[in-house]
């Protein structure tokens, strides 16, 4: 009987604890299936790092999940996703960032309109935002906002220091039909950007969260893909983290908490040597013999180039 | 000829730019000495970071400083001072680190006095600062504060938003005489410090500046050890650093910016095998032999443990 993959986890990754907002969206509307989410919590932050260095690191998350045999990879780091555009062309399995899908959301909510994009110093760097906004026919208004990641670690996105740090953003911005929060952390700002920005453009833009928009599209990939568990019981989650584990648990309580074990890992002990030939997962080894069986072989859906 | 090292540059590293403090107070008073400055930009921040991870860090940086011939080594970073009072014993250069040379300004300011000090998580979390001034009589109050250096590199130290910020972090502290800012970047703080401790204490707290102790800890030992340099001329400053140069020119200018040279270095290919056994720096191969010219080859100074 051939194995199939359909019911192999979904490997989750972000720079730290950021891609937990990802997370609770895929398992809010994939509750069945089983993740394993990789934080380099050792290396947090990316986006104040040079881009190589962060498609270098991605590429090391990457063989990691794939050899615990995950049938798809979300990229869930606005930095790593601006970064890596062309990662995923390479691998086996389907990759998605979170940019795009915020990208989409974003055109949809404001065709033709004025936008906004919220990110780290990296994400804003790469342009990519931008170029696919302005490509969609909107004007774009980006802003780095390196201050508000520590603002939401240090769990006071509620505050007066966070209106203010918000205000010290946002004052130049012109009006807005909507923002994109392009980093993980964002949406725990959601009450204080709204008020802000509410107040900055007579009607208040639209906020999107590109983790809803990554999940649904997710969602319906697997789906396309026939790579959806067949299970009717609540999935697990794994959690890897590549530094302190009392510290992740500490900060990621402020996005939701992890749920399921937490262990550290080591990455630095593996070295990516090809992009070209990543180690096959071994949960593929008998489906690539016989192809019908795996259609996302046949069609790599990775990191959607629109 | 025996070529003598007191005239080989002296090397200071950190997590990131934080150092830079250190290094101009270092330059202020030792205008004639040549400097080597590691900035581990891509590694940045310490002080969130597991403690056996920053002290690998430190070795690593370590070892690059020696093989580029430094007579002694400044590790102008609170968190790996912290994390690493052991690794001088092992080295065959003078160390010092930020902390001892901070918690003596603060005895003397503060003796038998109510101390506080404000770190990183990771330094906080050591105790290292704590245990030396209660061992010296005082009390201590002992605060993180994660959201100050963001607040710096954003150049928003006289603002509103630090005022803010340093009230959440200060609203409970008890009345103290001395204050030490246990990490690089707070000197930036100083003004909006003492505005806040100034009114939460009816006599506002002496701020310790680590960088200034340390400066004068370093000239001294350097007179008393013989490697004083002898030239007559201002002398020269190599930044080094992990991460990206333009970023770092950009950041570094927060804190006075880097003067000299500025160069990307990949500590990465340097693996630390033994830290009994470092490379020895070329500089003391001839002097090794000839024991009366070295004298801080026989009576290594190193992270002053009093």
């Known amino acids: 009987m051939i194995r199939r993959p359909h019911n192999a986890p979904l490997g989750v990754f972000d720079s730290g604890v950021g891609g ?77 960032g979170v940019l795009e899908p915020g990208v989409q959301a974003a055109l949809r909510a404001a065709p033709g309109g004025s936008i906004g994009v919220l990110g780290t110093v990296g994400t804003v760097r790469t342009g990519a935002y931008q170029q696919r906004l302005e490509a969609g026919g ?65 009607k208040g833009p639209v906020l999107v969260d590109s983790a809803e928009a990554t999940a649904a599209q997710v969602a319906a990939d ?23 584990v009392a510290s992740y648990h500490h900060t990621a309580a402020l996005l939701g908490g992890p749920t399921g074990s937490v262990t550290r890992v080591d990455l630095e002990r593996r070295s990516y040597t090809s992009p070209r030939n990543p180690t096959p997962p071994q949960i593929y080894s008998a489906p690539r013999e016989t192809s019908d069986e795996t259609p996302h072989e046949q069609e790599p859906t990775v990191m959607r180039p629109t």
């Open 222 to 244: 697997l789906a396309a893909l026939n790579l959806t568990t067949d299970r009717r019981t609540p999935g697990w989650v794994q959690h890897l983290v590549t530094g302190d």
């Open 20 to 96: 937990l907002t990802v997370l609770s969206a895929l398992k809010k509307r994939l509750p069945n299936e089983d993740f394993i989410y990789l934080g380099d919590t050792a290396r947090v932050p990316y986006g104040s790092k040079p881009l190589e260095m962060v498609r270098a690191f991605a590429n090391e998350i990457i063989l990691e999940l794939l050899s615990r045999g995950v049938k798809g990879i979300v990229v869930a780091c606005n930095t790593a996703s601006a970064a890596s555009p062309e990662l995923s062309a390479e691998l086996s399995v389907p990759v998605w």
């Open 138 to 202: 909107c004007r774009v208004w980006a802003k780095a906002c390196p201050l508000f990641v520590p603002i939401v670690e240090e769990g006071v996105s509620d505050t007066a220091i966070a209106r203010l740090v918000a205000q010290h953003y946002l004052h130049d911005a012109p009006p807005l039909d909507a923002v994109i929060l392009g980093c993980t952390h964002y949406p725990a700002l959601k009450p204080i950007l709204t008020e802000v920005l509410g107040s900055a453009a007579l």
